[in-house]
């Protein structure tokens, strides 16, 4: 998760199998898709109001 919201750009899959020294791509795909639709639904969630500086 770290990796995914580490940077502006973010982590692509292929990027995050290779930091993490893993051999299978489907598995580590999985898990970001799975991580990235649950950032979705919280954003959709929350929402900013008032006075944001």
């Known amino acids: ?3 995914l919201t ?3 750009k973010g982590f692509s899959t292929k990027e995050i199998q ?3 020294g893993l051999k299978g791509y489907e ?3 999985a ?3 799975k991580l ?3 950032m979705g639904n919280s954003d ?3 929402s900013l ?3 944001i500086d």
Do not use: D
Request: aromatic residues 12%.
């Open 27 to 29: 598995p580590v795909w």
């Open 49 to 51: 109001e008032g006075m």
């Open 36 to 38: 990235r639709k649950a």
């Open 18 to 20: 290779n930091q993490l």
């Open 1 to 3: 998760m770290f990796l």
């Open 6 to 8: 580490a940077t502006k």
């Open 44 to 46: 959709s969630r929350y």
């Open 31 to 33: 898990m970001v898709h």
